[in-house]
């Protein structure tokens, strides 16, 4: 695939606009991707990387992804240059039955560089925002710096259909900040949304997860209306190298999406 | 009394009175002539301790698992003359404080179990410099002189075949007790030093750089050529190699505590001077 | 009357086949450990090993293998696939438990997206499997309701003869059927009958260890700690088990030229599942063990129908510190009496 675009989002953090090369490529990509699922990003001599797709299944021109630069692969993916070539495999994985959400209230909550997997739902859903009801986004990070698609942050924060709360980690705030200081999981409970006739949809760090689950317990959600992602280890991405199960679930094939229910009969320690 | 006998009445009482958490040593293995590291924390144990000539593994790697002497308590444990040279050096490479240690030393002369006087790592000093005299390992080995025999060629085409069996579980390495490094230089790969398949220049990489990083630390117990599933005579690399440091700088891994690393001291009269 | 293949006429056949296209691989010791290999004559073949110290996994799932080549220019990249190497073979002289492993990795590499790497090998090879007459106290075949007889992923079965002058043939699947038409001539009829099987003692009640495992209960069971204590994480145990499946993809090579590999990779490792975080699901030594010991028996056969062992023993036999499935079994039997 082609980088025809890039962007800094936050220190470290960088969106990739890729094109595929090969028309037939970009159509059966489009034909099978929906929102959740992910791709093997890589550059040769280097290796492959999972990320989610973060762009919507409902835009169709381009896919992008969203990364931190932490390692090998990230760092040569945040060294390539607009025209350069990387290779992709995907999309892989299950779903966000979005389907299903169609007249029900949207929760998203999302910590740190987890909004790409979130922001595709997203915006998935607010292209055909008519489909649902209430959509609130509670989204926080360490820092300010550390918020990504502050563009688009902006753009959810005017508009009147969609409920934005921002935060960030006690600290990590600058002298103008405008919105909430505390963590996820906290924020989340002050906000209190109702879980009636809601799903719920979180990423975030493992950490994040685990103390979110809880808070939404103490408001009320049904585990199977909440769905969330997980981040495994991966290698092959269908199913063979054995490095993403927890217990007997690939998450490269039966995930990355889950639901709280779902994710509660996995082993806990093995997360 | 036997000296197994003795170690397990002795290993009952710092047990029981509390001056040790836990005792490793060996018990039965699945088969007759197999010893397996035990780990006993409780008096009424101490029967399933067994020395014997079948207990050879070094015991001294499980000294510095994650946590395991991060209380300060104390802990014995069976060791052989290499296994103190290990202790040694663990010590003098900040990884424990032998102090922490109850050594129940031992040692296996033809088929007798020898018990060897001493609790701490300093009163085995006499042991270990009459190893240093006896030339341990493998130097009387018919392989090894076979290998000694063969011209250049043909030792390299020998450890050709004998690398290409390398699967890269690198068993070699977390046998052994000197291979504590949390990240190996295998794992790190910003960038990667060591190719991590197991094709031949992946093989030559590894074994190479693992000959070079024990270079002047290795005791040669053995255990990693033990652990080596497919037959690789990895002792006689460790031998060779501590032959040649202690012909080049007299220096026999494991004699004290405070002994300096070979490899990473330097001296004012060294005949190089290109590290200063 | 039974059909017999002598081993004197072993010779034969090897050259035979040969012939008819296919290239022999059977039990050899070379450099000093036994494997198996590809032969010119039917001496160089050990038969009387009780099993070979690498498994029988190597000739389909080799230890690090190319899957790509690329070449990077100026505007274009150039990549080449590699595909297996393709070619009929006859592997003569597996044992039951090595040829029941590749069966039982079938699904495995069969589910959803099928491995062509795995495939191509499975399809061009016929198994010639050996009865075992003898055993040693490692093996466990029958522990897991296989025998020293079994066929499961053999195509011809032999049973060797009381006189040891060869042995009896079953033929098993189409393809060992069609690939002893090649030697149709050479196997004769014949009255012999066959040594009596190796004794292979029932080492743990395997459906009670099982439900054991599957009790979610048992999962922070204090038994995990305690059984793996002296596990060293080496991983021999999974590298020489042939049913141990799993893998790592690694780039080789510089901006330029290089190769995308698959190396055997293995759940015994800390980096097997450690996230770039530092966060890793399983982060100590018992972690990774329960998951050798659930992914074999609990999880697999949820998803396959059926474990991720044959009972070989490689596991417990090469073990430096004489750990092993084997007395993992054992001990939770024991629990759940
Ligand atoms: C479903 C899913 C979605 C994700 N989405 C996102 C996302 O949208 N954005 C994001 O930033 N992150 C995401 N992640 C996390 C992301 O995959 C990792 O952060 C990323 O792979 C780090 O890669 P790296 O090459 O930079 O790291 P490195 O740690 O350098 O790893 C490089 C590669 O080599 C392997 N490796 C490392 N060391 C060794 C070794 N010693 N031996 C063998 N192999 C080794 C690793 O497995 C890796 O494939 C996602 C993960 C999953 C599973
Ligand atoms: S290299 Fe081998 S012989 Fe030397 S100390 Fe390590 S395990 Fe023992
Ligand atoms: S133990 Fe043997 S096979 Fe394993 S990495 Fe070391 S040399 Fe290679
Ligand atoms: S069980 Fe034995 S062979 Fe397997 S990883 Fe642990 S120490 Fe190595
Ligand atoms: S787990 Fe052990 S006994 Fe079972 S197939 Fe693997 S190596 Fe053989
Ligand atoms: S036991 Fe471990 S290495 Fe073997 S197949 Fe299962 S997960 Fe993979
Ligand atoms: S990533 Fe290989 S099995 Fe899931």
């Known amino acids: ?271 | 009394m036997s000296i197994e006998e003795q170690y397990r009445t002795r290993a009952k009482e710092l047990l029981a009175g509390g001056a040790v958490k836990m005792v490793i040593g060996y018990g039965k293995g699945t088969t007759g002539e197999r010893r397996r590291p035990i780990f006993i924390t409780s008096p009424d144990e101490v029967e399933r301790l067994v020395l014997d000539e079948a207990c050879i593994t070094n015991l001294s790697g499980y000294l510095v698992s994650e946590g395991l002497l991060s209380d300060e308590k104390r802990v014995a444990v069976f060791l052989r003359p290499e296994g103190v040279r290990a202790v040694n050096i663990l010590a003098a490479e900040s990884q424990l404080d032998s102090d922490q240690l109850v050594i129940f030393g031992f040692d296996v002369v033809g088929n007798e179990i020898k018990a060897l006087k001493g609790i701490h790592v300093e009163e085995f000093a006499d042991v270990i410099e009459s190893l240093k005299e006896s030339a341990p390992g493998v130097a009387k080995e018919l392989l090894l002189e076979k290998i000694e025999s063969m011209s250049p060629q043909e030792r390299f085409s020998y450890w050709q075949g004998e690398f290409a069996k390398c699967i890269k579980c690198y068993a070699c390495r977390q046998a052994c007790p000197m291979c504590y490094c949390r990240r190996c230089i295998v794992d790190s790969n910003q960038p990667q030093w060591v190719n991590t398949s197991s094709h031949s220049l992946g093989n030559f990489e590894w074994n190479i750089v693992r000959a070079f990083h024990l270079s002047g630390r290795c005791v040669e117990c053995g255990n990693c050529d033990r652990a080596c599933p497919v037959n690789i005579p990895l002792r006689l690399i460790n031998h060779r190699m501590a032959e040649e440091v202690l012909g080049t700088f007299d220096h026999f891994a494991g004699t004290s505590k405070t002994q300096e690393p070979v490899l990473a001291s330097f001296k004012k009269d060294d005949s190089e001077t290109f590290i200063l | ?337």
């Open chain 1, 1 to 271: 695939m082609k980088i025809v675009a890039r962007h800094d989002e936050a220190p470290g953090v960088r969106t990739l606009r890729l094109e595929f090369q090969n028309p037939a490529d970009h159509d059966s990509f489009m034909e099978t991707y929906r929102t959740g699922m992910f791709g093997l990003y890589g550059v040769y001599g280097e290796g492959e990387s999972t990320f989610c797709v973060a762009s919507p299944e409902t835009r169709k021109e381009y896919i992008e992804c969203t990364f931190r630069q932490s390692g090998r692969v990230t760092s040569a993916l945040a060294n390539a240059d607009i025209g350069d070539l990387i290779t992709f495999r995907g999309p892989y994985g299950n779903r966000f039955p979005i389907e299903e959400f169609h007249g029900k209230n949207l929760l998203f909550i999302s910590g740190g560089i987890a909004l790409p997997p979130t922001r595709s739902v997203i915006w998935s859903c607010l292209d055909q925002r008519e489909k649902f009801g209430k959509v609130t986004i509670v989204y926080g990070a360490r820092t300010v710096a550390d918020l990504v698609y502050k563009h688009e942050l902006e753009e959810w924060l005017e508009r009147s259909d969609v409920e934005l709360v921002l935060t960030v980690d006690p600290g990590g705030e600058s002298p103008d900040w405008k919105h909430r200081i505390g963590f996820v999981p906290t924020v989340l409970e002050e906000a209190a949304p109702s879980p009636d006739n809601c799903i719920a949809v979180i990423c975030g760090p493992p950490i994040m997860i685990k103390f979110t689950l809880i808070s939404l317990k103490k408001l009320g959600f049904d585990e199977a209306n909440v769905y969330t992602t997980l981040e495994n280890r991966m290698k092959c991405g269908v199913g063979k190298c054995g490095r993403c199960n927890v217990g007997s679930v690939y998450v490269c094939k039966e995930g990355p999406v889950f639901t709280a229910a779902e994710v509660s009969r996995m082993p806990a320690s093995d997360l």
């Open chain 3, 1 to 337: 009357m039974t059909k017999i293949l002598f081993s004197d006429k072993l010779d034969n056949c090897v050259e035979r086949w040969k012939k008819a296209g296919f290239s022999v691989i059977g039990p050899v010791q070379r450099n000093n450990i036994s494997t198996y290999a590809a032969v010119e004559r039917a001496a160089e073949l050990d038969l009387g090993l009780i099993l070979t110290e690498r498994s029988i996994k190597e000739l389909f799932f080799p230890q690090s293998e190319p899957m790509l080549q690329y070449t990077i220019k100026k505007d274009s990249i150039e990549t080449k696939d590699f595909l297996p190497p393709s070619g009929q073979r006859i592997i003569f002289g597996a044992r039951p438990c090595d040829a029941s492993g590749m069966a039982i990795d079938d699904p495995l590499f069969g589910w959803d997206y099928k491995d062509e790497y795995w495939f191509q090998r499975r399809n061009e090879s016929v198994i010639v499997t050996i009865a075992c007459t003898q055993s040693d106290d490692f093996c466990m075949c029958t522990s897991l309701k296989l025998a020293p007889d079994s066929t499961k992923g053999s195509d011809i079965l032999l049973r060797p003869l009381e006189n040891k002058r060869g042995w009896l043939v079953e033929e098993i699947t189409d393809r060992g059927r069609d690939a002893f038409k090649a030697i149709a001539d050479i196997v004769q009829e014949s009255a012999d009958t066959a040594a009596p099987l190796a004794v292979v003692e029932k080492k743990f009640d395997l459906d009670r260890s099982v439900a054991w495992l599957q009790n979610p209960e048992n999962f922070e069971s204090r038994f995990w700690k305690e059984i793996s204590m002296r596990c060293i994480g080496c991983a021999s145990c999974t590298f020489l088990c042939p049913t141990c499946h799993c893998f790592d993809i690694q780039d080789e090579g510089d901006t330029y030229s290089g190769m995308r590999r698959k190396n055997w990779d293995s759940c015994s490792f800390a980096l097997f599942t450690m996230h770039t975080s530092g966060h890793n699901p399983r982060s100590t030594q018992s972690a990774r063990w329960r998951q050798r010991i659930m992914h074999k028996f609990n999880y697999f056969p949820g998803k396959f129908s059926v474990n991720s062992c044959s009972g070989c023993g490689r596991c417990s036999r090469q073990c430096p510190v004489d750990m092993g499935i084997t007395e993992t079994l054992q001990e939770i039997s024991k629990l759940s009496q």
